[in-house]
């Protein structure tokens, strides 16, 4: 492709709708790529129509809200370019994708759960079968929204067991209707509610940036990629840090700069008028409950904590 000046290359992004939307559309918004979408809009603007320039290319964007699992099949497809979307989609469907980015964005388990009486038979019976139904009443059936894990799962650890498709509210098939389910959850409150104890944990998952191998294998568009990574990933960082600034003595320096964490060293220099540093420091967020305290021990100054919006190492 001969670049120019004004060269245009559009992205088809997959934006996913649902409980995934929100935190996908605010990383756009926080690396800079605004995202405005009407009610009862599916094609969302991003950067408010106009063209982002990436080096000597101007990127175009053309997004449509689906459901994740839709921008799977359309990532496979090669419809979308790339998308974001649950690592467990893409194991459920078998997805041949390129994924660019692990957000760690509402992070899931996919795990096998049933009610006391039937876990303790499962715990106990190591796949027999016989004692399954003896527990159950019947042949043990396994409800899911993952048709193919569930009956991956099903072939290596209750092998004939009865499968049914759900579509969603999977959780409501014990006991009457299913005695096994296969379900995500984030925090367990929903099957606590409904009585389910956890047989085993499937997989893990989370929001993830993935790419068809055809966009991958056009250099713009696998270009235009890598930027938005970078900016992604400059957006998750900064938001597991702060900028920590601090005021120390001469004799002190060494002593401080010794416990401050930073991604490679301290920023230091010299505070007007005196024999003073100032330091300041990328720290993590989750660190500066014990880390100030210590750097007031140790004789900081005039110490500031301030949120970075982005951060690219």
């Not at 997004?63 to 893409?90: C, H, T, Y």
């Not at 969603?168 to 389910?196: C, H, K, M, Q």
């Not at 230091?268 to 014990?290: N, T």
């Amino acid at each position: 492709m001969t670049e120019s000046a004004n060269e245009k290359v559009e992205l088809r992004l997959g934006l996913p709708k649902g409980r995934m939307q929100a935190k996908v559309i605010e990383l756009f918004n926080d690396a800079g790529i605004p995202v405005s979408i009407d009610e009862r809009e599916y094609r969302p603007r991003i950067g408010n129509g106009k063209a982002i320039v990436f080096g000597s290319r101007e990127m175009v964007y053309e997004a449509k809200l689906l459901k994740p699992q839709n921008i799977v099949e359309m990532l496979q497809a090669g419809s979308r370019d790339m998308g974001f979307a649950g690592a467990d989609w893409v194991c459920e469907l078998g997805a041949d994708l390129i994924e660019l980015l692990d957000t760690g964005l509402d992070p899931v388990k996919i795990v096998a759960a049933a009610p006391e009486n039937v876990a303790t038979a499962f715990a106990s019976s190591r796949g027999d079968l016989t004692k399954m139904i003896a527990a159950c009443k019947r042949t043990p059936i396994v409800a899911s929204e993952y048709e193919g894990l569930a009956k991956a799962w099903i072939d290596k650890n209750l092998p004939g067991a009865g499968f049914v498709h759900s579509y969603g509210a999977t959780e409501v098939f014990p006991p009457e209707d299913a005695d096994i389910i296969i379900d995500n959850y984030a925090t367990g409150s929903t099957l606590r509610a409904n009585r389910l104890e956890i047989l085993d944990t499937l997989m893990t998952s989370s929001t993830r940036f993935y790419a068809s191998k055809t966009a991958i294998a056009d250099e713009d568009k696998r270009e235009a990629a890598e930027a938005l990574v970078l900016l992604f990933r400059s957006v998750l960082e900064a938001r597991r840090r702060v900028m920590l600034e601090v005021n120390i003595s001469a004799e002190l320096l060494d002593e401080l700069v010794a416990i401050l964490p930073c991604l490679r060293a301290p920023t230091v220099s010299h505070l007007g008028g005196g024999d003073a540093f100032a330091v300041k420091v990328a720290a993590p967020r989750d660190m500066l409950a014990s880390l100030i305290p210590e750097i007031k021990r140790r004789g900081g100054t005039d110490i500031v904590a301030t949120q970075i919006s982005q951060l690219v190492p």
